[in-house]
């Protein structure tokens, strides 16, 4: 399972937090939750996963397809604290400097 929540908003940046699974299931949550953050005009996000205990491919694809759409909007996506797991699976598809500022 995982848990979203929008821990802070300011005119810069919008901090989401993400604790739990970043699988099939949880990946599908937080594509739908950054896309409405996106669709609301938040272009400038920042993806705490520090509490993230796994993540799969599926994890990593709605990471990388949030930060595009935003991206395209001429905003911005990076990941704040990544958790080991997260930094094993970005590092094994070649991605980490992708959400480094």
Do not use: N, W
């Amino acid at each position: 399972m995982v848990r979203i929540r929008v821990t802070g908003t300011s005119a810069a940046e919008t901090l989401v937090e993400v604790t739990g699974l970043l699988d099939v299931t949880g990946s599908g949550t937080l594509l739908a939750k950054l896309d409405r953050l996106i669709d609301e005009g938040r272009h400038h996000l920042v993806v705490d996963v520090s509490g993230v205990t796994f993540c799969d491919s599926s994890g990593l694809s709605a990471l990388v397809r949030s930060r595009a759409r935003a991206v395209q909007m001429t905003g911005s996506l990076r990941l704040a604290s990544p958790s080991p797991q997260v930094r094993r699976v970005l590092s094994i598809a070649g991605l980490t400097r992708m959400f480094e500022r």
